[in-house]
């Protein structure tokens, strides 16, 4: 990763925890996968049986929104 990469994740970072979060609900999640594959920073993973979100990766960029065919992924403030 080049600094100036880590540096504007980082800046996005402390934006994302002035404004929103995305979440993941485990009723409505079925592990798809679906968005593991489009989430660019792979912020998102399996842990025992359950998607969980990295926060230190995410960048709120919202891809995994639209992606998840359960619509089991939101914001919220």
Same mark, same amino acid.
């Given at each position: 990763?080049? $600094? ?15 404004? %929103?979060?995305?979440? /993941?609900?485990?009723?409505? &999640? #079925? $592990?798809?996968?679906? !968005?593991? %594959?489009? !989430?660019?920073? #792979? *912020? ?5 049986? #359950? @998607?969980? /979100?990295?926060?230190?990766? !995410?960048? $709120?960029?919202? /891809? &995994?929104? +639209? @992606? &998840? +065919?359960?619509? *089991? /992924?939101?914001?919220?403030?």
């Amino acid at each position: 990763m080049s $600094l100036y990469e880590k540096w504007d994740r980082e800046e996005r970072k402390q934006k994302m925890d002035d404004k %929103k979060k995305v979440v /993941i609900d485990p009723e409505k &999640c #079925k $592990l798809s996968g679906e !968005c593991m %594959k489009v !989430c660019p920073e #792979k *912020a998102i993973y399996v842990k025992d049986g #359950k @998607a969980v /979100i990295d926060y230190d990766k !995410c960048t $709120l960029d919202g /891809i &995994c929104i +639209p @992606a &998840c +065919p359960n619509g *089991a /992924i939101r914001e919220i403030e």
